[in-house]
T-cell receptor
Framework: KQEVTQIPAALSVPEGENLVLNCSFT??????LQWFRQDPGKGLTSLLL?????REQTSGRLNASLDKSSGRSTLYIAASQPGDSATYLC???????????FGTGTRLQVFP | DTGVSQDPRHKITKRGQNVTFRCDPI?????LYWYRQTLGQGPEFLTY????????KSRLLSDRFSAERPKGSFSTLEIQRTEQGDSAMYLC??????????FGPGTRLTVT
């Protein structure tokens, strides 16, 4: 059974810091991994999708890496801003299914 | 492209009543997903459609839950005889030719 864990559960940092959010999964046979952002009471916004054959993806200040063999992904946020405050979720998709299996998220607060 | 839309955004109902939610996917997206999210948790997969065919259902989807996508466009999720444990955010997502899942704003259900 695939399980997804995110550490830390919560993080509070001053503006301008570079951050690393961690995601680990128990079954390395994944098809892809997706990172999302969720603001309180809202839906999910897709940030980055990494296919199993890729090692990393970048979008603006965000960089996500994937190490399938060790069952890990990291989301790197450069020069954090108060507007980055949200919950960040990672989700994996296995082969032969379309469903995503989510972690419980990292709640990030960036203060001015 | 107006994104995934869901209606209603909030629903309060009494235990034992039936409720129905609607999801309109991004235009021309042929795959549609329903997830449920409770407070402090990541979303959990409920079911998925490719066009009008329901291809996968979670064991979470008890016989009180039914989902349809009759013409391969919008989808409805009905919960019969609601219970307090059904209180959650119900999220819909869609995917087109790529693998990225795009989520709607969700419907928050409160069962009193």
């Amino acid at each position: 059974k695939q399980e997804v864990t995110q550490i830390p559960a919560a993080l509070s940092v001053p503006e301008g810091e570079n951050l690393v959010l961690n995601c680990s999964f128990t079954d390395s046979a994944i098809y892809n991994l997706q990172w999302f952002r969720q603001d309180p009471g809202k839906g999910l916004t897709s940030l980055l999708l990494i296919q199993s054959s890729q090692r990393e993806q970048t979008s603006g200040r965000l960089n996500a890496s994937l190490d399938k063999s060790s069952g890990r992904s990291t989301l790197y946020i450069a020069a954090s801003q108060p507007g980055d405050s949200a919950t960040y979720l990672c989700a994996v998709r296995r082969y032969n299914t379309d469903k995503l299996i989510f972690g419980t998220g990292t709640r990030l607060q960036v203060f001015p | 492209d107006t994104g995934v839309s869901q209606d209603p955004r909030h629903k309060i109902t009494k235990r034992g009543q039936n409720v129905t939610f609607r999801c309109d996917p991004i235009s021309e997206h042929n795959r549609l997903y329903w997830y449920r999210q409770t407070l402090g948790q990541g979303p959990e997969f409920l079911t998925y459609f490719q066009n009008e065919a329901q291809l996968e259902k979670s064991r979470l989807l008890s016989d009180r839950f039914s989902a349809e996508r009759p013409k391969g466009s919008f989808s409805t999720l009905e919960i019969q005889r609601t219970e307090q444990g059904d209180s959650a955010m119900y999220l819909c997502a869609s995917t087109g030719t790529g693998d990225e899942q795009y989520f709607g704003p969700g419907t928050r259900l409160t069962v009193t």
